[in-house]
């Protein structure tokens, strides 16, 4: 009986500890499949990149509290500010390659001020399909970014550097994305950086968070949305693959609940009009 009872004993436990570790494998998925891919305590999974190459600088540039990121939180206010000068510019980047996806993410603007702001302000962004992990990157940039001066929103542009290629329409005065089904017409020059959708659905310097949301299905096409809205979409992209990258660059900013959902298959852009 006492061989039984502990038999069983030992049978119960296993089961309960293996409970226990599902359900701590379950915390990490969410909202349908989304997977935490920063844990909020610590860099697995990443590497981080300063133009400079200052591995120790990188740690204060990207401060981990309070289970965000929080870009110069360490630095001094106005570093570098209007002086040519930039080595803080960065990306902390994810080591594995993604392709089929949705990215979500949320920021908000700090105080602080560095670098070049004077030209680009309130500027930073997340690179995605980066084929290289230089500063700056071969990638489709997401762009976040305010221009205070203008109160002009322009996160949810896209930025295509040199080595990149993707096809976008707009509207006929070739300012603004407009999505071919409503009339949008081809590129007609190859521009590097494509004005999103113009709206008011943001967040700037009120202390308030903004959701973004990348929608890529490899050489397909991407989405980029904020606060629910299509801003701006790109078509037969290359490359179709790769790491992702979130910046420093002209200005104090915050990112939290970085997650992604894998699809092994192309999904239809229609679905996520909606």
């Given at each position: 009986?006492?061989?039984?009872?502990?038999?069983?004993?030992?049978?119960?436990?296993?089961?309960?500890?293996?409970?226990?570790?599902?359900?701590?494998?379950n915390?990490?998925?969410?909202?349908?499949?989304?997977?935490?891919?920063?844990?909020?305590?610590?860099?697995?999974?990443?590497?981080?990149?300063?133009?400079?190459?200052?591995?120790?600088?990188?740690?204060?540039?990207?401060?981990?509290?309070?289970?965000?990121v929080?870009v110069?939180?360490?630095?001094?206010?106005?570093?570098?500010?209007?002086?040519?000068?930039?080595?803080?510019?960065?990306?902390?980047?994810?080591?594995?390659?993604?392709?089929?996806?949705?990215?979500?993410?949320?920021?908000?603007?700090?105080?602080?001020i560095?670098?070049?702001?004077?030209?680009?302000?309130?500027?930073?962004?997340?690179?995605?399909?980066?084929?290289?992990?230089?500063?700056?990157?071969?990638?489709?940039?997401?762009?976040?970014?305010?221009?205070?001066?203008k109160?002009?929103?322009?996160?949810?542009?896209?930025?295509?550097?040199?080595?990149?290629?993707?096809?976008?329409?707009?509207?006929?005065?070739?300012?603004?994305?407009?999505?071919?089904?409503?009339?949008?017409?081809?590129?007609?020059?190859?521009?590097?950086?494509?004005?999103?959708?113009?709206?008011?659905?943001?967040?700037?310097?009120?202390?308030?968070?903004?959701?973004?949301?990348?929608?890529?299905?490899?050489?397909?096409?991407?989405?980029?949305?904020?606060?629910?809205?299509?801003?701006?979409?790109?078509?037969?992209?290359?490359?179709?693959?790769?790491?992702?990258?979130?910046?420093?660059?002209?200005?104090?900013?915050?990112?939290?609940?970085?997650?992604?959902?894998?699809f092994?298959?192309?999904?239809?852009?229609?679905?996520?009009?909606?």
């Open positions: 009986m006492k061989l039984r009872s502990a038999l069983l004993f030992s049978l119960i436990t296993s089961f309960l500890l293996s409970c226990g570790s599902l359900s701590k494998e915390k990490k998925a969410s909202n349908d499949g989304f997977v935490k891919i920063f844990n909020g305590e610590n860099w697995d999974g990443w590497h981080l990149k300063l133009r400079n190459g200052d591995e120790e600088m990188a740690k204060e540039v990207y401060a981990i509290e309070d289970g965000l929080h110069f939180k360490d630095m001094p206010d106005s570093l570098n500010l209007a002086t040519g000068e930039n080595g803080t510019h960065g990306l902390f980047y994810t080591n594995k390659k993604y392709s089929k996806y949705i990215l979500k993410f949320e920021y908000k603007w700090g105080k602080k560095t670098n070049n702001f004077d030209k680009w302000q309130y500027d930073a962004g997340v690179y995605y399909h980066v084929i290289d992990d230089k500063v700056w990157p071969t990638g489709i940039e997401y762009q976040i970014h305010y221009n205070h001066i109160n002009e929103n322009h996160t949810g542009d896209l930025i295509r550097p040199g080595g990149t290629d993707y096809q976008w329409y707009s509207t006929k005065d070739g300012k603004t994305f407009l999505h071919p089904k409503d009339g949008g017409i081809p590129e007609k020059k190859r521009d590097w950086w494509h004005v999103g959708k113009s709206t008011t659905n943001f967040n700037a310097l009120n202390d308030k968070w903004n959701v973004c949301e990348v929608i890529v299905m490899g050489g397909e096409y991407a989405i980029h949305k904020l606060n629910g809205d299509i801003v701006n979409m790109a078509f037969d992209i290359t490359p179709s693959e790769g790491i992702i990258g979130f910046q420093s660059e002209t200005a104090e900013v915050y990112y939290r609940n970085i997650e992604i959902k894998e092994d298959k192309i999904i239809p852009a229609e679905e996520f009009m909606n």
